[in-house]
């Protein structure tokens, strides 16, 4: 599991978002895109999520939530 992915599991519950050994890459990348940060930056992309959670946590699930749905 990615560096900070335990500590958003709020957020994939909020958003209804499952996840497994098959599709956590693809999750940690569309994270790292919606946060601004090159893939496999983890420090920099925690820091990234940590602040857009704190702007507005149900914007960034709502984000997360639609960005995800088109990678299916």
């Not at 599991?1 to 957020?11: A, D, G, L």
């Not at 090159?38 to 984000?63: H, L, T």
């Amino acid at each position: 599991m990615t560096c900070y992915f335990r500590h958003i599991q709020h957020i994939f519950k909020k958003a209804g978002i499952e996840v497994t050994k098959e599709n956590r890459r693809e999750i940690d990348s569309v994270i790292h895109d919606l946060v601004g940060v090159e893939y496999k930056n983890c420090p920099a992309a925690w820091k990234g999520v940590k602040k857009r959670i704190a702007e507005d946590e149900e914007g960034f699930v709502s984000e997360l939530k639609e960005t995800l749905s088109k990678h299916v």
